[in-house]
């Protein structure tokens, strides 16, 4: 898959240049129909049309689920306000406006509650989207639209799902491997116009430290209560909240 992706990114033009990923992944797919690698069972076993049940596993407000998926969410916030602000730099060459930076938001917000109604996961904007926008320069709201369209097919046509889902996890993981390397990348690209100054040094390094321990030590939490524990050994949360406080309360000048 991975040779494929890159044979059609580099030694092609045009929409086969730019579909590069998609046209790994549909070989790999192939090569594994031919040598028994995928398995259509659950396609025969889906069903043509489902319509999802609103609130099918009933309704319950507990204090503690909100007050910890209102933390999730700031981080989820974060991640959003970060994947497009690398799309608009590693694609249109400028940094995203406020406008642009809060609707996204709203957009996550609203679907995560929508999602919540339908006993689905809440909604994050997903990282290796940039890499895909990066890669292609596409940005046009139209194949948004779309991809929104085939995704919104694969719920509800669960065969459509299903026949997706039948892809080999070797020919997934060529997809991840090149997808999340291509974010790290973007990272680095991002990090790259940041001005290193011994302030945001810091912020980095006591963030990303306290988050990396954090998971790596998952031990060192034990004794706090067992939702508070979950947040926190993730690392994602405590890192999220460590750098957004350190950025409020260290003053500018100390360098």
């Not at 706090?224 to 890192?239: K, N, R, Y």
């Amino acid at each position: 898959m991975i040779l494929v992706a890159l044979g059609f990114k580099f030694f092609t033009r045009g929409i086969a240049s730019s579909a590069a990923i998609l046209l790994g992944l549909v070989a790999g797919y192939l090569v594994g129909i031919a040598t028994g690698a995928v398995n259509f069972g659950g396609v025969a076993n889906a069903a043509w049309f489902t319509v999802p049940t609103p609130f099918k596993y009933g309704i319950e407000f507990s204090g503690v689920a909100i007050f910890g998926m209102c933390l999730i969410s700031i981080v989820s916030a974060i991640e959003t306000v970060g994947d497009i602000s690398g799309i608009a730099k590693g694609s249109a060459g400028r940094e995203a406006t406020d406008k642009e930076l809060a609707g996204d938001t709203y957009a996550d917000g609203i679907g995560s509650a929508i999602a919540g109604v339908f006993g689905g996961l809440p909604n994050t904007s997903f990282s290796q989207n940039v890499v895909l926008i990066s890669m292609t320069g596409v940005m046009s709201r139209s194949v948004v639209t779309l991809s929104a369209l085939f995704l919104i097919a694969c719920g509800l046509i669960p065969k459509v799902g299903a026949v997706v889902a039948a892809m080999p996890i070797s020919v997934l993981g060529g997809g991840v491997i090149l997808m999340f390397g291509m974010v790290l990348s973007a990272g680095v690209s991002m990090l790259s116009s940041v001005n290193w100054s011994r302030r945001n040094m810091m912020i980095l390094a006591t963030s990303m430290s306290v988050g990396l321990g954090l998971q790596q030590v998952p031990k060192s939490m034990q004794h706090l209560s067992d939702w508070l524990e979950m947040l926190a050994v993730s690392g994602l949360l405590p890192v999220a909240v460590l750098a957004v406080v350190l950025n409020l309360v260290l003053p500018e000048d100390a360098d």
